[in-house]
């Protein structure tokens, strides 16, 4: 217990240090990227400050991983350039004992991970989002999962999904006469993209045209609708996956996959959210055979490179995957665990090695 106890504190400590190093960075680069919108609206920069910091735990949850495999290495590598771990080793620890150790050590981090992007991360980020558009007062009338709802003069629209500011899925729009009492118009589109600064392109459009007691249907390849809809406020009504629980990413995708609309994106968050967590651990266990293997006799310089190649090829891997599930239609669940199959793989074959 005294081994375990000492070697938990030596990784975590190390751990809490990179990722507060890492956090550090994160938030002065967010910061001076939000000081172009500081003077909008009653933006300033004491709430530029507050959202960089309100970023802080969605930025943690991604940063565990990289931060957990370096803290490992520069811990234990720290023990490594003392002696100490040659120490343990001659008192009989074995391999498969520090392997334990970092595996139970990788499973709190995990638990702190999970609780962190579960419960912390989602509404603090919804929150800061949500906050930041008011103060520029671009907040749009209606965000929920029943999509949005926008009064642009004489006409209602509804906009199920945001995909971006110049693509929209599922859009409905109710036309109404001058007095707002009578409903002249029923239009439904799939998709729309925007074409200028005031015209939306929406394809495979059909309209109802309401006349009295009759009703008449007409479908168009594409239909010009011609609106005031401002991109800042569409941007800011899209449904961020960063902003939902794993159980809102779950009700999300259903619901989008019931109204035949693109729920990709949701389940890739989904299961990378998970897959993530996952990941935690099997840092811990990758970084050990690189104290006791080749870069036991060299500095923490060399493991700091080490890890932060291994982490950004992590990072890449899992957005070249993403893209790759959007493109060439892979489910998933099947990209989000490709790179922490490959993890576990190169942790194991490297605890064979350095035993």
Same mark, same amino acid.
């Given at each position: 217990m005294?081994?375990?106890?000492y070697?938990f504190?030596?990784?975590a400590r190390a751990?809490a240090?990179v990722?507060l190093v890492?956090?550090?960075q ?5 910061f001076?990227?939000q000081?172009?919108?500081v003077?909008e609206?009653?933006f ?11 970023l ?5 949850f ?5 931060a957990?495999l370096?803290?490992?290495m ?5 023990l490594?350039n003392?002696s100490?771990l040659?120490?343990?080793?001659a008192a ?11 595996? +139970?050590?990788?499973l &709190?981090?995990a #638990?702190?991970?999970a609780?962190?992007?579960e419960?912390?991360?989602p509404?603090a980020? =919804? @929150?800061?989002r ?6 520029k007062?671009?907040k749009?009338?209606?965000d929920?999962?029943?999509?949005i709802?926008?009064r642009?003069g004489?006409?209602i629209i509804n906009?199920?999904?945001v995909l971006d500011e110049r693509?929209?899925a599922?859009?409905?729009?109710f036309?109404?006469?001058p007095?707002g009492?009578?409903l ?7 998709h729309?993209?925007r074409?200028?600064?005031d015209?939306?392109?929406l ?8 006349d ?7 479908t168009?390849?594409?239909h010009?609708l011609?609106t005031? +809809?401002d991109?800042d &406020?569409l941007? #800011? ?5 960063s ?6 990413l779950? =009700? @999300?995708?259903r619901y989008?996959?019931?109204n ?8 890739m968050a989904?299961w990378n ?8 651990p099997?840092?811990v ?6 104290v ?5 006799t060299?500095g923490?310089g060399?493991r ?23 493109v060439y239609?892979?489910?998933p669940?099947?990209t989000?665990?490709i790179?922490v199959?490959?993890l ?10 350095a035993r």
């Amino acid at each position: 217990m005294i081994i375990d106890r000492y070697l938990f504190v030596t990784m975590a400590r190390a751990s809490a240090l990179v990722i507060l190093v890492l956090l550090a960075q994160s938030a002065f680069i967010n910061f001076v990227d939000q000081l172009d919108e500081v003077g909008e609206g009653s933006f300033t920069t004491a709430d530029a400050v507050f959202f960089t910091l309100m970023l802080w735990p969605s930025h943690a949850f991604e940063m565990f991983p990289i931060a957990v495999l370096l803290g490992t290495m520069l811990g234990l590598g720290a023990l490594a350039n003392h002696s100490e771990l040659i120490a343990l080793r001659a008192a009989g620890v074995s391999m498969w004992r520090f392997a334990r150790t970092g595996l +139970l050590t990788g499973l &709190v981090f995990a #638990v702190v991970a999970a609780v962190v992007g579960e419960f912390i991360a989602p509404p603090a980020e =919804q @929150y800061a989002r949500t906050h930041k558009a008011e103060l520029k007062d671009k907040k749009s009338d209606v965000d929920s999962l029943s999509g949005i709802w926008l009064r642009d003069g004489e006409r209602i629209i509804n906009v199920v999904q945001v995909l971006d500011e110049r693509n929209l899925a599922g859009v409905y729009t109710f036309d109404f006469d001058p007095t707002g009492q009578e409903l002249l118009a029923i239009g439904r589109a799939p998709h729309a993209e925007r074409q200028a600064e005031d015209t939306w392109r929406l394809d495979d459009y059909s309209a109802t045209q309401v006349d009295g007691d009759v009703a008449t249907v007409e479908t168009v390849a594409a239909h010009l609708l011609e609106t005031s +809809l401002d991109a800042d &406020v569409l941007e #800011v009504s899209v449904v961020r996956p960063s902003n939902l629980s794993l159980v809102e990413l779950w =009700q @999300y995708a259903r619901y989008l996959q019931n109204n035949d609309l693109d729920s990709v994106t949701y389940e890739m968050a989904m299961w990378n959210r998970i897959a993530n967590v996952v990941a935690v651990p099997l840092m811990v266990l990758l970084g050990l055979p690189f104290v006791f293997g080749p870069l036991r006799t060299g500095g923490n310089g060399i493991r700091l490179v080490v890890g932060v190649l291994i982490g950004v090829l992590y990072y890449l891997s899992n957005g070249a995957l993403a893209d790759a599930s959007a493109v060439y239609d892979v489910p998933p669940v099947v990209t989000a665990w490709i790179p922490v199959g490959l993890l576990a793989l190169a942790a194991g074959i490297g605890l064979i090695r350095a035993r």
